[in-house]
């Protein structure tokens, strides 16, 4: 089991920037992959960004590739969001692959970005 709990959301203009944390717990070491996701209500839930934990492959959405930075160390994941814009506004959710192809999901954060 690995258990994901995220922070960092807020309200910011539109141009500005936030960190989101995801923070990891649990059998992290068997963690092979992770990512951001976000939604908006009505909507599925987005691809943001993936990172691999054992190399430096990391693939982003079309929508924030150039403004959107993922990250990591052992423990925690990382999402610099700059440039931000009113279309960015969404739950943004931590996700991992971990033994197999089993997935978990954080609980999510909101970010809101006004114009």
């Known amino acids: 089991q690995v258990q994901l709990v995220e922070s960092g959301g807020g309200l910011v203009q539109a141009g500005g920037s936030l960190r989101l944390t995801c923070s990891a717990s649990?059998?992290?070491?068997?963690?092979?992959?992770m990512g951001w996701y976000r939604q908006t209500p009505g909507k599925e839930r987005d691809l943001v960004a993936l990172?691999?934990?054992?190399?430096?492959w990391a693939n982003y959405g079309d929508s924030v590739k150039g403004r959107f930075t993922i990250s990591r160390d052992n423990a925690n994941l990382y999402l610099q969001m700059d440039r931000l814009k009113p279309e960015d506004t969404a739950d943004y959710y931590c996700?991992?692959?971990?033994?197999?192809?089993?997935?978990?999901w954080g609980q999510g954060t909101q970010v809101t970005v006004s114009s």
């Open positions: 996700y991992a692959v971990g033994e197999g192809t089993t997935g978990y």
């Open positions: 649990g059998s992290i070491n068997s963690v092979r992959l």
């Open positions: 990172i691999g934990m054992a190399t430096t």
